[in-house]
Protein backbone atom coordinates (compact mmCIF):
# COMPACT_ATOMS: atom_id res chain seq x y z
CA UNK A 1 0.00 0.00 0.00
CA UNK A 2 0.91 3.45 -0.47
CA UNK A 3 1.98 6.26 1.46
CA UNK A 4 -1.28 8.30 0.19
CA UNK A 5 -3.42 5.51 -0.02
CA UNK A 6 -2.64 4.98 3.72
CA UNK A 7 -3.02 8.99 4.51
CA UNK A 8 -5.93 9.00 2.90
CA UNK A 9 -7.74 5.81 4.86
CA UNK A 10 -6.54 7.22 8.42
CA UNK A 11 -7.85 10.53 7.28
CA UNK A 12 -11.36 8.93 6.32
CA UNK A 13 -11.32 7.05 9.29
CA UNK A 14 -10.80 10.19 11.65
CA UNK A 15 -13.48 11.86 9.50
CA UNK A 16 -15.84 8.95 10.89
CA UNK A 17 -14.63 8.83 14.48
CA UNK A 18 -15.80 12.20 14.35
CA UNK A 19 -19.10 11.77 12.57
CA UNK A 20 -19.87 8.76 14.80
CA UNK A 21 -19.57 11.10 17.98
CA UNK A 22 -21.70 13.75 16.74
CA UNK A 23 -24.62 11.66 15.60
CA UNK A 24 -24.79 9.14 18.68
CA UNK A 25 -24.49 12.85 21.28
CA UNK A 26 -27.43 14.19 18.70
CA UNK A 27 -29.51 10.59 18.85
CA UNK A 28 -28.65 10.64 22.64
CA UNK A 29 -26.55 7.18 22.18
CA UNK A 30 -23.78 9.15 23.77
CA UNK A 31 -23.59 12.00 26.56
CA UNK A 32 -21.50 14.67 25.90
CA UNK A 33 -19.57 14.31 29.07
CA UNK A 34 -18.49 10.50 28.25
CA UNK A 35 -15.54 8.98 28.13
CA UNK A 36 -16.35 7.27 24.82
CA UNK A 37 -17.83 10.19 23.24
CA UNK A 38 -13.86 12.21 23.78
CA UNK A 39 -12.51 9.11 23.24
CA UNK A 40 -13.88 8.91 19.71
CA UNK A 41 -13.19 12.63 18.97
CA UNK A 42 -9.55 12.00 20.24
CA UNK A 43 -8.96 9.29 18.09
CA UNK A 44 -10.51 11.35 15.05
CA UNK A 45 -8.61 14.65 15.60
CA UNK A 46 -5.42 12.73 15.86
CA UNK A 47 -6.03 10.33 12.57
CA UNK A 48 -7.21 14.02 10.81
CA UNK A 49 -4.31 15.57 12.05
CA UNK A 50 -1.72 13.10 10.52
CA UNK A 51 -3.99 13.51 7.04
CA UNK A 52 -4.05 17.15 7.65
CA UNK A 53 -0.63 17.76 7.65
CA UNK A 54 0.30 15.28 4.96
CA UNK A 55 -1.53 17.07 2.34
CA UNK A 56 -0.39 20.59 3.61
CA UNK A 57 -3.77 21.87 5.01
CA UNK A 58 -2.43 23.63 7.84
CA UNK A 59 -5.74 25.67 9.28
CA UNK A 60 -7.75 22.22 9.05
CA UNK A 61 -4.17 20.83 11.14
CA UNK A 62 -4.79 23.56 13.44
CA UNK A 63 -8.95 23.31 13.74
CA UNK A 64 -7.80 19.39 14.32
CA UNK A 65 -5.42 20.38 16.92
CA UNK A 66 -7.27 22.29 19.13
CA UNK A 67 -10.07 19.49 18.97
CA UNK A 68 -7.76 17.15 19.97
CA UNK A 69 -7.24 19.36 22.90
CA UNK A 70 -10.49 19.77 24.32
CA UNK A 71 -10.83 16.02 24.24
CA UNK A 72 -8.08 15.11 26.21
CA UNK A 73 -9.41 18.21 28.46
CA UNK A 74 -13.16 16.32 28.71
CA UNK A 75 -11.53 12.96 28.84
CA UNK A 76 -9.22 13.70 31.75
CA UNK A 77 -12.57 15.04 33.45
CA UNK A 78 -14.62 12.37 32.20
CA UNK A 79 -12.08 10.00 33.70
CA UNK A 80 -11.94 11.81 37.10
CA UNK A 81 -16.10 11.69 37.41
Given at each position: ?????FINLIGWAGSAA???AYILVSLNRLRGDSAVYQ??????GIFLIVNTIYFG????????GVWVCIAIF???R???K
Amino acid sequence: MDATLFINLIGWAGSAAVIAAYILVSLNRLRGDSAVYQMLNLVGGIFLIVNTIYFGAYPSTFVNGVWVCIAIFALVRAVKK
